[in-house]
C-alpha cells in the first residue's frame, strides 16, 4: 500500500530555513504527481505546492510562492520542500501527499514545522 514518510521539521527561528523531505513506497513515484499541504493549529487542511511527474510543472500557493521549492528525485523515490525566509505563519503539520489534489487521502503522518523565537 502507499506509504509516505516525512521528515526534517523542527523549531526554526523567523526568516530561518527548513528542509523537508518524504519518502513514498507503495506505488510507481516517478509517474504521478507529489504535493506537500499543511495543517496549521486549529485550522483545516491547505495545499502548499505540488510538483508533477517528471518535475516540468510546479505550483505553490501564493503565500509560500519565492520562498519555498518543491522538487523531486524520482531515483530515490523521494520529495523535497525547501523553505526559506520562513515567517510564523508557516507554523502547521506539514504533510507530502500522492497526487495534486484534494481529498489528500494518500499522505504520510506529518512533520510539525514551528516558526518561533
Known amino acids: 500500500q502507499v506509504q509516505l514518510v516525512e521528515s526534517g521539521g523542527g523549531l526554526v527561528q523567523p526568516g530561518g530555513p527548513l528542509r523537508l523531505s518524504c519518502v513514498a513506497s507503495?506505488?510507481?513515484?516517478?509517474?504521478?504527481?507529489m504535493s506537500w499541504v499543511r495543517q496549521a493549529p486549529g485550522k483545516g487542511l491547505e495545499w502548499v505546492s505540488s510538483v508533477m511527474s517528471g518535475g516540468r510543472s510546479i505550483y505553490y500557493t501564493d503565500s509560500v510562492k519565492g520562498r519555498f521549492t518543491i522538487s523531486r528525485d524520482d531515483a530515490k523515490n523521494t520529495v523535497y520542500l525547501q523553505m526559506d525566509s520562513l515567517k510564523p505563519d508557516d507554523t502547521a503539520v506539514y504533510y507530502c501527499a500522492k497526487g495534486s489534489r484534494a481529498p489528500w487521502t494518500s499522505r504520510g503522518q506529518g512533520t510539525w514545522v514551528t516558526v518561533s523565537s
Open positions: 507503495g506505488f510507481t513515484f516517478s509517474i504521478g504527481a
